[in-house]
């Protein structure tokens, strides 16, 4: 579980860095799959949510096809599978690479 979690983790860094407005949330669901194999997590562990703006508020939305914009956050649920063993990890994140002053306060918010 340990080796699952660690390669879920260095992903989510990893698309922390690779997101751009203008990529697809398709694009970072393949993005995520890549990072995760590998490191030898062959398998997601289950569907990723890979939800830009608004799809955030979508309960387990896996439709992951719409372009992420500028200025909004990007919310993604997912982790890989190592030797049978799941992870499960959840991140919202600035697609341009920074917080505005509400998301930020927000962000500080639920961190607390």
């Known amino acids: 579980m ?3 979690c660690q390669i879920s983790a260095e992903a989510h860094v990893e698309a922390m860095k690779f997101v751009k407005p203008g990529m697809t949330e398709q694009e970072m669901e393949a993005f995520y799959l890549y990072e995760f194999s590998k490191r030898g ?11 830009g703006g608004e799809n955030a508020c979508v309960l387990h939305y896996v439709e992951n096809s719409q372009p ?3 200025g909004e956050l990007l919310l993604v649920d997912a982790g890989c599978e190592y030797e049978l063993y799941a992870s499960d990890i959840t991140r919202t ?3 341009n690479g920074r917080f505005s002053e509400p998301q ?3 962000y500080e918010i639920v961190l607390n």
């Open 68 to 70: 992420l914009k500028d």
């Open 93 to 95: 994140f600035p697609i």
């Open 2 to 4: 340990k080796k699952a």
């Open 41 to 51: 997590g062959r398998f997601s562990a289950y569907t990723p949510i890979v939800a």
């Open 104 to 106: 930020k306060q927000i």
